[in-house]
T-cell receptor, first 115, second 116 residues
């Protein structure tokens, strides 16, 4: 089945120690998104890629970076995690184009703990 | 101003009964899409139903229906015959056609508890 896969599902890191979260998709979608979601809150968009074009949200801290080496893979790098970065990180994809009907397909998420 | 407003932080419903989750939205675009997603405790966001701004009929998907009232800018989710597995967080979301690019805006969510 076509899907969005995130690895790992659970990640524990130490304060200040860089961490990378990965996302892959078999849907061949043009757009990939990274969201941060804290407990009982709405997902917060960090950035998205349309193909290779990177779009950063204005309020995304510089501590968060992303790479998309090809259509299938996208990575979230947290350069120096702080305690406030502990959250669920959701990867999502959608078809390209301007149609408003393009729903997002989400991965299962990676729950990040910062010690 | 909030683009998507969900005023019910939590809702309880008896198993087998229907429940309505409220959502209002704010946009100046003529073309937009409205979505509902379900998020169980496992964390994955699951797409439930979609309503386009130009759709004249209310969307339905199995036990889910969307009560779309365009003039009131509301897009309430109705779940019929609630099941225990419906207990989850529910997010209303919007994608704007002209100004939104490829972004989806999410509401704060409503946590639904289904009682046996």
């Amino acid at each position: 089945d076509a899907m969005v896969i995130q690895n790992p599902r659970y990640q524990v890191t130490q304060f200040g120690k860089p961490v990378t979260l990965s996302c892959s998709q078999t849907l061949n979608h043009n757009v990939m998104y990274w969201y941060q979601q804290k407990s009982s809150q709405a997902p917060k968009l960090l950035f998205h890629y349309y193909d290779k074009d990177f779009n950063n949200e204005a309020d995304t801290p510089d501590n968060f970076q992303s790479r998309r080496p090809n259509t299938s893979f996208c990575f979230l790098d947290i350069r120096s995690p702080g305690l406030g970065d502990a959250a669920m990180y959701l990867c999502a994809t959608s078809r390209g184009g301007t149609s408003v009907s393009n729903e997002q397909f989400f991965g299962p998420g990676t729950r990040l703990t910062v010690l | 101003a909030q683009k998507i407003t969900q005023t019910q932080p939590g809702m309880f419903v008896q198993e087998k009964e229907a429940v309505t989750l409220d959502c209002t939205y704010d946009t100046s675009d003529q073309s937009y899409g409205l979505f509902w997603y379900k998020q169980p405790s496992s964390g994955e966001m699951i797409f439930l139903i979609y309503q386009g701004s130009y759709d004249e009929q209310n969307a339905t998907e199995g036990r889910y229906s969307l009560n779309f009232q365009k003039a009131r800018k509301s897009a309430n989710l109705v779940i019929s015959a609630s099941q225990l597995g419906d207990s989850a967080m529910y997010f209303c979301a919007m994608r704007e056609g002209n100004t939104g690019g490829f972004k989806t805006i999410f509401g704060a969510g409503t946590r639904l508890f289904v009682k046996a």
